[in-house]
């Protein structure tokens, strides 16, 4: 029997990380926490299971690479140039001062000055995935704290690249100054033909790829980049998720961002277990059996220390002491690209094994209190503004319109003719909406009008949710394929029962099954080509207006029942013969050649001869209601009836063009 031994470490992996993150969600525990607990079960200094180093550091390296290219595809420059001085300012203090209270820590503990450098760094980066799950499933990435803490990770993991860069100089082994600046400018080499190359060459490519409307070809372009961009960075000596993540960052900035990551987005978890559980796998227990004061010394020194420079970094930006304390807990833990970095390190000779594997011990204990310490951050928060007598933490939502700060909007999915009225009518009436689009020369017209549209499958539960689908109020199904309309109305309801569902179809006959999988209205084009048919031709008979609503409200009311089936013989007729008795106004315009031109409504005796009243004559912008006697219908004139129903029919006939005899 033929053993691959990397597939049977991912089946053991998996098949324990089951069970142990089934009860971390019982247990209300974060599912990462659950995966760093599977690794430290699993990994060869615990039971075994997986007990090859090699394997494990192969495991930890296509986790990690996995991992960032989901977080580069999630992150966006253009969001990162938005947020401006909060990722700049706040980034920049809060990784510099790490740097140099770390760096300064490292030396009173008798590091040399490199490793005590590379140790600060090391701390210095917080843990993108950390904060986005946590933050997203508390629903606080919109808060004041959360939208800081985002952009100075944003900033962070920009950081990673130049620090990365620097690893070689700091481990003494670039043989001198300039050749330390050559290393480095090697190092920039791929990352900058990576950004060009994404910048220029990628939106052309996924252009051509999306007008082939294959969706498997489109993902596989995705993730040929990603991986090509790690192999291409792993050339000139440069990390592998570094490669991955710059990909995906450059991605990102295309129109199609949105879709590749829906994509990648139902692999992400699976990517964060394996990096989790193989980090988990590479720390040693023992570390911390063996010296727990030290180790937990170490990580209360860390939390503490991180938590008070990144205050301190948001506190530059003029938050409020609470926001900024909160935002401080949220930023204590070590990230994953210290992982990475600590990889280059150790390598370097930057971290010995002791040292790497206290490292590795701080560093999951931090990941692991992550969780607790920004599910308790805003009541410490505040009780320590209030004994500092300062302004309560703000947790109002940004007043700035985007995306992710829709609440009660409409989604379109379909940016066709009828897409583009839609979302016409819902700007001129203030009603907040996003458009979905498939088709990328669509998109990119639509955002040179400045219209919130965005590419992505509006069948994506992923799309939707990053459209703020939970928090709509109505989506509207512009589109007319069929597989697409049931796919998107099942998915869409699945994700908000509470949403107000609207599709636009081809036949009456997909009308109940679509009811059935959860569309609250549907809208047959068929059916509504009928009724504009017959409108007009009943039109061309004289038949007011009010006429027509009525048989048309008349026929939506019977659920579609006379275009389903065979319609009752004279159905119209019949219906125009049993009007409800009821007064009615109606306008109706002069036209040429019409009875009424050159009399008024005494000549015509209008009244006795139709059962019509005129009540108001609009010409121009006059509104005649007491016209003289000597008043006379003009062509062009709104006259403004009131009566039954049958006496406003007989009467508008009186202002129709008259049919000349053949």
Not at 11 to 20: E, G, K, Q, R
Not at 199 to 225: A, D, G, Q, S, Y
Not at 358 to 376: C, E, Q, R, S
Not at 506 to 526: F, T
Request: with cysteine; aromatic share 6%.
């Amino acid at each position: 029997m033929h053993d691959i031994p990397i597939l049977r470490d991912l089946v053991i992996l998996v098949a324990v990380a089951i069970p142990v993150v089934m009860a971390a969600h019982r247990v209300k525990i974060p599912s990462l926490v659950g995966f760093l607990l599977t690794g430290l079960v699993i990994g060869p200094h615990a039971f075994g299971l997986i007990g090859e180093g090699e394997t494990v550091g192969q495991l930890a390296e296509v986790g990690a690479v996995l991992l960032l290219f989901a977080i580069g595809l999630e992150l966006e420059l253009s969001r990162v140039l938005k947020l401006g001085r909060e990722v700049l300012q706040g980034g920049a203090v809060q990784i510099l001062a790490s740097l140099g209270v770390f760096g300064l820590i490292g030396l009173a503990a008798g590091l040399p000055p490199a490793s005590a450098v590379f140790a600060g760094a090391l701390v210095a980066f917080s843990s993108t995935a950390i904060i986005l799950k946590v933050y997203a499933q508390r629903y606080e990435l919109d808060t004041a704290h959360g939208r800081v803490v985002v952009a100075i990770a944003i900033f962070q993991d920009l950081a990673v690249v130049p620090v990365m860069l620097l690893v070689p100089f700091l481990a003494g082994s670039a043989g001198g100054v300039g050749a330390a600046l050559r290393g480095i400018g090697i190092g920039l080499l791929p990352v900058a033909g990576l950004i060009v190359f994404g910048r220029v060459l990628v939106p052309k490519m996924l252009e051509h790829v999306v007008r082939l409307r294959n969706r498997e070809i489109f993902t596989l372009c995705v993730v040929f980049l990603g991986l090509g961009a790690a192999y291409v960075t792993s050339l000139f000596g440069v990390s592998l998720a570094l490669g991955a993540f710059i990909a995906g960052l450059v991605i990102s900035e295309s129109e199609y961002g949105l879709q590749a990551l829906s994509d990648i987005l139902p692999f992400r978890d699976t990517f964060s277990g394996i990096f989790f559980t193989s980090v988990g796998m590479l720390l040693d227990p023992g570390t911390i059996l063996r010296e727990p004061l030290l180790v937990l010394g170490l990580v209360a020194t860390i939390v503490v220390v991180k938590a008070v420079i990144a205050a301190g970094a948001v506190r530059s930006l003029k938050r409020t002491l609470a926001t900024s304390i909160t935002a401080g807990f949220g930023l204590a833990q070590i990230g994953e690209f210290s992982f990475v970095l600590a990889g280059a390190g150790a390598t370097a000779g930057l971290l010995n094994g002791p040292r790497y594997q206290l490292f590795l011990a701080a560093t999951v204990l931090t990941m692991l209190a992550a969780p607790f310490l920004i599910a308790v951050a805003p009541r410490v928060a505040e009780w320590i503004a209030r004994l500092a007598g300062n302004v309560p933490l703000e947790m109002q939502t940004d007043e700035q319109l985007s995306v992710a700060a829709l609440r009660d909007h409409v989604i379109i999915v379909g940016y066709g003719l009828n897409g583009r009225n839609m979302a016409r009518a819902l700007r001129s009436t203030g009603i907040a909406y996003v458009i979905l689009e498939q088709h990328g020369g669509v998109v990119r017209e639509a955002r040179e009008r400045d219209e919130v549209i965005l590419f992505g499958d509006g069948t994506n539960p992923e799309v939707l949710e990053r459209v703020g689908v939970k928090r709509a109020r109505v989506i509207v199904f512009c589109i007319a394929a069929p597989d697409v309309e049931r796919r998107g109305v099942a998915v869409a309801r699945g994700l908000n029962p509470k949403l107000h569902i609207v599709v636009r179809t081809r036949y009456v006959a997909a009308m109940e099954e679509l009811q059935q999988l959860g569309a609250n209205e549907v809208v047959p084009e068929e059916f509504e080509t009928s009724l504009e048919i017959f409108s007009r031709v009943l039109r061309r008979y004289g038949l007011p207006t009010s006429t027509l609503r009525r048989e048309v409200a008349s026929a939506r009311r019977g659920h579609y029942e006379a275009l389903r089936g065979p319609a009752p013989t004279g159905h119209l007729v019949s219906s125009l013969a049993h009007l409800e008795k009821l007064v009615a106004i109606e306008t109706v315009i002069v036209e040429p050649n019409a009875p009424a031109i050159g009399e008024n409504a005494g000549t015509l005796n209008l009244r006795h001869q139709t059962g019509a009243t005129v009540i108001a004559v609009i010409r121009g912008d006059a509104a005649l209601y007491t016209p003289d006697p000597g008043f006379r219908f003009m062509e062009g004139d709104a006259v403004v009836l009131v009566g039954v129903a049958e006496g406003l029919t007989r009467g508008a006939v009186l202002f129709r063009a008259a049919i000349a005899p053949e």
